[in-house]
C-alpha cells in the first residue's frame, strides 16, 4: 500500500462513537482530547467496534475476530463511489498473530452523498412513523439520514440473507457481513491476503470455457435471487468480483424486493439486459446471451408470471 493512500489527515487513536459520551466531554477539547488518547490502544488507529455493532448470521466463521482485545489498523481506500467509499482496514489482536483483513463500506454523510434514483429503489420499503416517512420522501436532511441508514441496513440485511442461503443451498457467493453500525458495514475482504482486492468481473479477459462457467454462475444466482422474490437492482460487471474463479456479488444496498416494488419486475430485466450485453460482447454465443428468455424464466421462478 502506498503511503499517500492512507488518509493522513485522519486524527490517530481516538474514539469514532463520540455520541456515546457526555456532553461536557463532546464540547470541551482538551478534556475530550486528554480523555481519548487515555483510552487510545497502544497499537492500530481504534478499539474494535465489534461490541456497539449487530453482527453477522450465526455459525459466525472461525476468521471473524471477536475478540475484545483486538484493534482496527486504516490502511487506505479500495474504491470511491457517490454513495459510498470502501476501506481496507486490519483487524487483530495485538502480540497473538491474530488478524483478519475487512472490507469498510462507510456511506456518506448527509450534505455530500447522492444516491441515484433512490426514490424507485424505496418503493416498497417504509418505516412506521408517518414523521419519518414524509422527511424521506421530502429529502430534508434528516429525511437523508435515514435514507442512508436504510441503505446500510437493507444491505446488511441482504447479504446476511444471502450468505445463509448460499451456505445452507449454495448457488450464490456474497462476502459475509461481519457487522454494521450506523451507516458503516463491515464486510469480508475479497481479495489476496496481501491486501489485493479481487479483479471486477469488467476487468476480466476469460477464456471461452471460462467465460461459459462465468455465465452459468451468473445464471445461478440470479435464479436463487428470484426464487427470493429479489434483485440485485444495479447489477453490472462491475460490482461482480471473480475470486479464485468463483463469481461474488457486491455492492447490494439498492437490492429490490421485486414484488413489493411495483418497478421490481423492470430492474430485474434491467440486471438481466446490462450483464448478457458484457457477456455477448466477450464472445457468448448468442443464444446464450439473449437477455429475454432469461428475464421470462426469473420472472416465472419470482411468481410474476
Same mark, same amino acid.
Request: no cysteine; charged share 25%.
Given at each position: 500500500m502506498r503511503s499517500h493512500d492512507l488518509d493522513s489527515s485522519r486524527p490517530r487513536g481516538r474514539r469514532q462513537f463520540d455520541d456515546d459520551e457526555p456532553n461536557d466531554l463532546k464540547f470541551r477539547g482538551p478534556r475530550r482530547q486528554a480523555v481519548a488518547e487515555a483510552d487510545a490502544p497502544d497499537t492500530g488507529d481504534r478499539w474494535s467496534s465489534w461490541?456497539? /455493532?449487530?453482527? *453477522?448470521? #450465526?455459525?459466525?466463521?472461525?476468521?471473524?475476530?471477536?475478540?475484545?482485545?483486538?484493534?482496527?489498523? #486504516?490502511?487506505g481506500i479500495l474504491k470511491t463511489g457517490k454513495e459510498a467509499d470502501v476501506h481496507l482496514v486490519r483487524r487483530a489482536v495485538p502480540e497473538t498473530g491474530r488478524?483478519?483483513?475487512? /472490507?469498510?463500506?462507510?456511506?456518506?454523510?448527509?450534505?455530500?452523498?447522492?444516491?441515484?434514483?433512490?426514490a424507485g429503489y424505496l418503493?416498497?420499503?417504509r418505516v412506521r412513523r408517518s414523521r419519518e416517512m414524509r422527511a424521506m420522501e421530502n429529502?430534508?436532511?434528516?429525511?437523508?439520514?435515514?435514507?442512508?441508514?436504510?441503505?446500510? /441496513?437493507?444491505e446488511f440485511a441482504a447479504l446476511s440473507r444471502l450468505w445463509h442461503i448460499g451456505r445452507t443451498m449454495g448457488g450464490i457467493h456474497v462476502p459475509?457481513? =461481519?457487522q454494521l453500525l450506523g451507516? #458503516?458495514?463491515?464486510?469480508?475482504?475479497? *481479495?489476496?491476503?496481501?491486501?489485493?482486492?479481487a479483479p471486477r468481473l469488467a476487468q476480466a479477459r476469460p477464456e471461452p470455457d471460462e467465460l461459459l462457467d462465468l455465465w452459468r454462475q451468473m445464471v445461478e444466482a440470479l435464479t436463487v435471487l428470484a426464487?427470493?422474490? %429479489?434483485?440485485?437492482?444495479? %447489477?453490472?460487471?462491475?460490482?461482480?468480483?471473480?475470486? #479464485? *474463479?468463483?463469481? =461474488?456479488?457486491?455492492?447490494l444496498p439498492q437490492i429490490v424486493d421485486v414484488i413489493a416494488n411495483p418497478q421490481g419486475p423492470e430492474f430485474l430485466s434491467r440486471d438481466v439486459r446490462v450483464v448478457s450485453a458484457w457477456f455477448a460482447s466477450r464472445g457468448l454465443p448468442s443464444e446464450l446471451a439473449d437477455p429475454e428468455p432469461l428475464i421470462s424464466t426469473l420472472l416465472a421462478e419470482a411468481n410474476l408470471r
Open positions: 461490541d456497539a /455493532a449487530d453482527h *453477522g448470521p #450465526e455459525p459466525i466463521p472461525d476468521w471473524v475476530v471477536t475478540e475484545h482485545a483486538a484493534v482496527d489498523d #486504516e490502511l488478524s483478519v483483513l475487512l /472490507a469498510v463500506k462507510r456511506y456518506r454523510d448527509a450534505d455530500h452523498r447522492l444516491f441515484h434514483r433512490d418503493e416498497g420499503r429529502r430534508t436532511s434528516f429525511g437523508r439520514q435515514m435514507i442512508a441508514g436504510q441503505w446500510a /441496513a437493507a459475509y457481513p =461481519v451507516t #458503516e458495514l463491515m464486510l469480508e475482504f475479497i *481479495g489476496d491476503a496481501d491486501g489485493q482486492a426464487r427470493s422474490g %429479489l434483485a440485485h437492482g444495479d %447489477l453490472s460487471p462491475y460490482n461482480m468480483l471473480v475470486h #479464485e *474463479g468463483r463469481l =461474488v456479488l457486491i455492492d
